[in-house]
């Protein structure tokens, strides 16, 4: 019975803040990878399928560092996110259900029963919440390959979120695994749901096609169309465009989507308020800006609730803690006006007991006054000019998991990312972030050391 501990403190604090009428709210949630696999009670080195033979030794109640989400962690997630905000307007749940593990090991039928558990778990647990979902990579066998066309998993996931679409959206996501609605219904908020794992280069499907599944064409209809009718609009999707801040040069959308993803955010920005996307298990923030160089859209990516140190090449020891994520927002006009992350120290709650806590609120933790394009503009200026907001922010990245300091290298990955989602405009930051870099050695160093002395928060 963890369940009421240090949120009360919080939420006495939103209640008491709620002088706004406009005020709304609404969770983020991703990547949870529940590995059925997870067995404390195994006698094996590992203890779940999704560590790849990485031993196991710390292994808890609550998970692995090496391993996706057990159970107990995807329930201790959803209790948490109820007793914190239990009447939210509405759920983003941006995919990546299953386990990290070879196709060998799943297959149609057990990526559709895990999609069904973790589809189970979130409307048992919010029955009266509208979520809005969108596929990730992981929710399809083999991993990836989603088709530019009908089929069984897109149909048969529409059917399991049958409460959740409108039954023109059912229609849309059984051909291309996406969707639009107005937002809960209401005239002027529209939601645009992407399956942007069309654009994800390991996909070989859509290779050579030019406009997968036309959900480009789709989307600029949509926009065009809520643009006639003074409609706010929020982006949802899993795979984002750019690049990963963990890792040089490493991008996920083919070289030609990325960038018709960004002509269709530049000429929809006036309508686009926020873009919400996951795939990383990281804390981060992508900024677009309009050909003249002003702020015109943000992606917030969203941490993972699996703890999972990634095998990708080349990132070092790239986990997490399990983080979730509310946003406040004004519920007239979309405008993001604040976000709110929640995580579990895994290895405390292993240890000691299970526990949920508030990490940090973007306005408190970078001084800024809301969460729009101009005020994200300005968190990311800050985290490329001052040493302990680039701390602050790196720790953040990993949900309090990485606490190393952030060097040159890891500021020139984070900062490039962040600033930079087109490729050219990528390669460009990076070169010109690591030439001004060259100031001397001693100095450097000297002025770093000074700087985090004067971290105080
Ligand atoms: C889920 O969480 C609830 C509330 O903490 C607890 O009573 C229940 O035993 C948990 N179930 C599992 C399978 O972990
Ligand atoms: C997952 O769903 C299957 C039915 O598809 C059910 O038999 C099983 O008990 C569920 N597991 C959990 C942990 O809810
Ligand atoms: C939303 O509107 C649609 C179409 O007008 C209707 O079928 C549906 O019942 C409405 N849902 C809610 C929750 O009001
Ligand atoms: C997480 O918990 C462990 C064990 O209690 C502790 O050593 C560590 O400092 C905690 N991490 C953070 C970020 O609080
Ligand atoms: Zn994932
Ligand atoms: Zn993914």
Same mark, same amino acid.
């Given at each position: 019975m963890?369940?009421?501990?240090?949120i009360?403190l919080?939420?006495?604090?939103?209640?008491?803040d709620?002088?706004n009428?406009?005020?709304?709210?609404?969770?983020h949630?991703?990547?949870?990878?529940?590995?059925?696999?997870y067995?404390?009670?195994?006698?094996?080195?590992s203890?779940c399928?999704s560590?790849?033979?990485?031993?196991t030794?710390n292994?808890?109640?609550f998970?692995?560092?090496? /391993?996706?989400?057990?159970?107990t962690?995807?329930?201790s997630?959803?209790?948490?996110?109820r007793?914190?905000?239990?009447?939210?307007d509405?759920?983003?749940?941006t995919?990546?259900?299953t386990?990290?593990v070879?196709?060998?090991? !799943?297959?149609?039928e057990?990526?559709l029963?895990?999609?069904?558990?973790?589809?189970?778990?979130?409307?048992?647990?919010?029955?009266?919440t509208?979520?809005y979902s969108?596929?990730?990579?992981h929710?399809?066998?083999?991993k990836?390959?989603?088709?530019?066309?009908?089929?069984?998993?897109y149909?048969?996931?529409?059917?399991?979120?049958?409460?959740w679409l409108?039954?023109?959206?059912?229609?849309?996501f059984k051909?291309g695994?996406y969707y639009?609605?107005?937002l809960l219904?209401?005239?002027?908020?529209?939601?645009?749901?992407?399956?942007?794992n069309l $654009?994800?280069?390991?996909n070989?499907?859509?290779?050579?096609i030019?406009?997968?599944?036309?959900q480009?064409s789709?989307?600029?209809?949509v926009?065009?169309?809520?643009?006639k009718?003074?409609?706010?609009?929020?982006?949802?999707?899993?795979v984002?465009p750019?690049?990963?801040?963990?890792?040089?040069?490493?991008?996920?959308?083919?070289?030609?989507f990325?960038k018709? $993803?960004?002509? !269709?955010?530049?000429?929809?920005?006036?309508?686009?308020?926020?873009?919400?996307?996951?795939h990383?298990?990281t804390?981060s923030?992508?900024m677009?800006?309009s050909?003249k160089?002003?702020?015109?859209?943000?992606?917030?990516?969203?941490?993972?609730?699996?703890?999972?140190?990634?095998t990708?090449?080349?990132?070092?020891?790239?986990g997490?803690n399990?983080?979730?994520?509310?946003?406040?927002y004004?519920?007239?006009?979309?405008?993001?006006?604040d976000?709110?992350?929640?995580y579990?120290?895994l290895?405390?709650?292993?240890?000691?007991?299970?526990?949920?806590?508030k990490? $940090?609120?973007l306005?408190?933790?970078f001084?800024?006054?809301?969460?729009?394009?101009?005020?994200?503009?300005?968190?990311m200026e800050?985290?490329?000019?001052?040493?302990c907001?680039?701390?602050? $922010?790196?720790?953040?990245?990993?949900?309090?998991y990485?606490l190393?300091? /952030?060097?040159?290298? /890891?500021?020139?990955d984070?900062?490039c990312?962040?600033?930079?989602?087109?490729f050219e405009?990528?390669?460009k930051?990076?070169?010109?972030?690591g030439g001004?870099?060259?100031?001397?050695v001693?100095f450097?160093?000297? !002025?770093?050391?000074?700087?985090?002395?004067l971290?105080?928060n």
């Open positions: 963890a369940g009421v501990w240090s009360i919080l939420s006495i604090f939103i209640v008491s709620r002088s009428a406009m005020r709304g709210y609404f969770w949630i991703s990547d949870l990878h529940w590995d059925p696999s067995d404390l009670g195994s006698t094996s080195a203890k399928a560590s790849g033979d990485r031993p030794p292994a808890g109640i998970g692995d560092y090496s /391993c996706d989400s057990p159970w962690l995807i329930n997630t959803l209790n948490a996110m007793d914190i905000m239990p009447n939210p509405f759920i983003i749940w995919g990546d259900d386990p990290h070879p196709n060998e090991q !799943l297959g149609v057990p990526v029963r895990i999609i069904g558990n973790l589809t189970h778990i979130i409307k048992t647990t919010f029955p009266k509208k979520v969108a596929m990730g990579n929710d399809y066998h083999p990836s390959q989603m088709p530019p066309e009908k089929n069984n998993i149909e048969q996931t529409a059917n399991m979120w049958h409460d409108h039954s023109t959206s059912k229609e849309t051909i695994g639009t609605e107005k219904n209401q005239t002027g908020l529209r939601v645009v749901v992407l399956n942007t $654009y994800y280069d390991q070989k499907l859509t290779e050579n030019k406009d997968p599944a036309d480009f789709w989307a600029d209809k926009l065009q169309d809520a643009a009718n003074n409609e706010k609009v929020y982006i949802i999707g899993h984002p750019g690049f990963f801040e963990k890792k040089r040069d490493k991008a996920w959308f083919r070289k030609e990325n018709r $993803y960004i002509d !269709l955010i530049q000429k929809h920005s006036a309508v686009i308020q926020g873009q919400f996307f996951g990383h298990h804390d923030f992508r677009f800006y050909s160089g002003s702020p015109i859209s943000t992606i917030f990516v969203t941490p993972g609730v699996t703890p999972w140190i990634t990708l090449p080349g990132v070092i020891n790239g997490n399990p983080g979730i994520r509310m946003f406040e004004d519920t007239k006009t979309l405008l993001v006006k976000m709110f992350t929640y579990m120290n290895t405390y709650s292993n240890k000691v007991h299970e526990r949920w806590e990490e $940090y609120r306005t408190e933790a001084r800024v006054p809301d969460a729009s394009p101009a005020s994200m503009h300005s968190v800050r985290i490329a000019s001052d040493k907001y680039l701390q602050k $922010y790196y720790e953040f990245n990993s949900v309090n990485d190393t300091e /952030c060097n040159a290298d /890891c500021r020139i984070h900062v990312a962040v600033r930079e989602v087109d405009a990528y390669e930051c990076v070169v010109k972030e001004s870099s060259t100031a001397p001693l450097t160093l000297l !002025l770093s050391l000074i700087l985090s002395l971290c105080l």
